[in-house]
Nanobody, 125 residues
Framework: QVQLVESGGGLVQAGGSLRLSCAASGRTFTTSAKAWFRQAPGKEREFVAA????????YYTDSVYGRFTISRDNAKNTVYLQMNSLKPEDTAVYYCAVASSSTIRGRTPEDYDYWGQGTQVTVSS
């Protein structure tokens, strides 16, 4: 059974940093496209960042570009999201997602096949 487990969320002041981790088990996702999404209260789940299977290409939503970095460690079957210069508007539950394909099909939740349970990130002003 495939399982994705996020960790690293918490409460941080504006301007601070957090690193989220997403550890996969039950299957190796070395060549799979991976992404991070987030969902704030009362809002739809939105795309944050993605990396394709060959690690060459990464994509970010405009609001986090230059502040967040997606990366992965194949040996640990883990994907990361380094978040710097955090803002109160970054407050949300963050989810990692993995696709069955190596290419990034899109930036909607429907483009990904496996999901973690989410980790809360709260940024205070």
């Amino acid at each position: 059974q495939v399982q994705l487990v996020e960790s690293g969320g918490g409460l941080v002041q504006a301007g601070g940093s957090l690193r989220l981790s997403c550890a996969a088990s039950g299957r190796t996702f070395t060549t799979s496209a991976k992404a991070w999404f987030r969902q704030a209260p009362g809002k739809e789940r939105e795309f944050v960042a993605a990396m394709n299977g060959n690690r060459v290409n990464t994509y970010y939503t405009d609001s986090v570009y230059g502040r967040f970095t997606i990366s992965r460690d194949n040996a640990k079957n883990t994907v990361y999201l380094q978040m710097n210069s955090l803002k109160p508007e970054d407050t949300a539950v963050y989810y990692c997602a993995v696709a069955s394909s190596s290419t990034i099909r899109g930036r909607t939740p429907e483009d990904y096949d496996y999901w973690g349970q989410g980790t809360q990130v709260t940024v205070s002003s």
